[in-house]
């Protein structure tokens, strides 16, 4: 069955740092991946999608990300860190179940973003 | 129109009160599902529309009791909550409920209190 692990609860940037939030994943094919973005109080936001077009994969807001078959990954980066960026982040992928698609999350990982 | 609209975005609720939580999209959208956050956790899957049918329910107690009114529309009843029951319901939809590669759109959620 399909289902992804996050690596790391809580990850700590530098403003203009590096951004990388690791994502794996488990599936005997192909799965459609996701990463969703959450801030304080607030619904889910989708950054970006996997659907098998194309290997890297360009979101909203600067972020993007690498479907690696090999590694079965879907790291989420972004070159600069802004303040703005400190959020909960979300990798999914959807799990066929009954005929029926579920979106399921990984645990999550929170980004904090200091000065 | 692109988003989902949740209603109310805060409830609080005596353990003997009947509440409802509504949904409403008008993106075509022919799924539509409720998911329960609580804090820190990610979203887990309650119940799936589709086509305006109940597709999917995941084991939920029957104190919660979905509706799906027309197309556009979704509810949520609540009846004889636990204080347990409290978190934020995040509604979504998406243009089907099998195989598709374009995510859900998720809603800002009811933040739940049951006292």
């Known amino acids: 069955a399909q289902s992804v692990t996050q690596l790391g609860s809580h990850v700590s940037v530098s403003e203009g740092a590096l951004v990388l939030l690791r994502c794996n994943y488990s599936s005997s094919v192909p799965p459609y991946l996701f990463w969703y973005v959450q801030y304080p109080n607030q619904g889910l936001q989708l950054l970006l999608k996997?659907?098998?077009?194309?290997?890297l994969v360009k979101g909203i807001n600067g972020f993007e990300a690498e479907f690696k078959k090999s590694e079965t990954s879907f790291h989420l980066t972004k070159p600069s860190a802004h303040m703005s960026d400190a959020a909960e982040y979300f990798c999914a992928v959807t799990r066929l179940s009954g005929g029926y698609n579920k979106l399921i999350f990984g645990a999550g990982t929170r980004l904090a973003v200091h000065p | 129109d692109t988003e989902v609209t949740q209603t109310p975005k805060h409830l609080v609720m005596g353990m003997t009160n009947k509440k409802s939580l509504k949904c409403e999209q008008h993106?075509?959208?022919?799924?539509m599902y409720w998911y329960k956050q609580k804090a820190k956790k990610p979203p887990e899957l309650m119940f799936v529309y589709s086509y305006e049918k109940l597709s999917i329910n995941e084991s939920v107690p029957s104190r919660f009791s979905p509706e799906c009114p027309n197309s556009s529309l979704l509810n949520l009843h609540l009846h004889a909550l636990q204080p347990e029951d409290s978190a934020l319901y995040l509604c979504?939809?998406?243009?089907?409920?099998?195989?598709?590669?374009?995510?859900?759109?998720f809603g800002s959620g009811t933040r739940l209190t049951v006292v």
């Open positions: 993106m075509g959208h022919r799924a």
């Open positions: 979504a939809s998406s243009q089907e409920a099998w195989g598709t590669p374009y995510g859900y759109t």
């Open positions: 996997y659907t098998s077009a194309a290997t």
